[in-house]
Nanobody, 121 residues
C-alpha cells in the first residue's frame, strides 16, 4: 500500500505561482512513477505532468498546455514530489491529484485526495 497526501493548493491571481506537494508513505520503494492530474468542474480528469525513475534515470513529461510553466521534481529523501506552477492562468483552475504507479502494475494504482487550485483573473 502507498499513501499520498497533496498540499499547497489555494487561491492565486493570474500570473502567480503555487507549489504543490505530494507526500508519499508506505511502500514507497515500489513507486517508479508519480503523476499529477487535474479535474476542472464539468470536465474530465486530465494528465498534467509525471516523473519517472524506473530505469535509474529520471524522466519528466508534461501536457502541452503547461510546458514551460510547470516543473515537476522529486525529493527522494523526503519521499515527496513537487509541482511548481508559474504563470498561472484561470484555465489552470481545478482539483489537482497525484497518483503513483508501482512495480507490478501498469496503471496509476494509488491516488491522493486532491488539492484545490483556483486562479482568479
Amino acid at each position: 500500500q502507498v499513501q499520498l497526501v497533496e498540499s499547497g493548493g489555494g487561491l492565486v491571481q493570474a500570473g502567480g505561482s503555487l507549489r504543490l506537494s505530494c507526500a508519499t508513505s508506505g511502500r514507497t520503494f515500489d513507486i517508479y512513477r508519480l503523476g499529477w492530474f487535474r479535474q476542472a468542474p464539468g470536465k474530465e480528469r486530465e494528465f498534467v505532468a509525471a516523473i519517472d525513475w524506473s530505469g535509474g534515470t529520471t524522466y519528466s513529461s508534461y501536457v502541452d498546455s503547461v510546458k514551460g510553466r510547470f516543473t515537476i521534481s522529486r525529493d527522494n529523501a523526503k519521499n515527496t514530489v513537487y509541482l511548481q506552477m508559474s504563470s498561472l492562468k484561470p484555465e489552470d483552475t481545478a482539483i489537482y491529484y497525484c497518483a503513483t504507479k508501482v512495480r507490478g502494475a501498469s496503471e496509476y494504482k494509488y491516488w491522493g485526495q486532491g488539492t484545490q487550485v483556483t486562479v482568479s483573473s
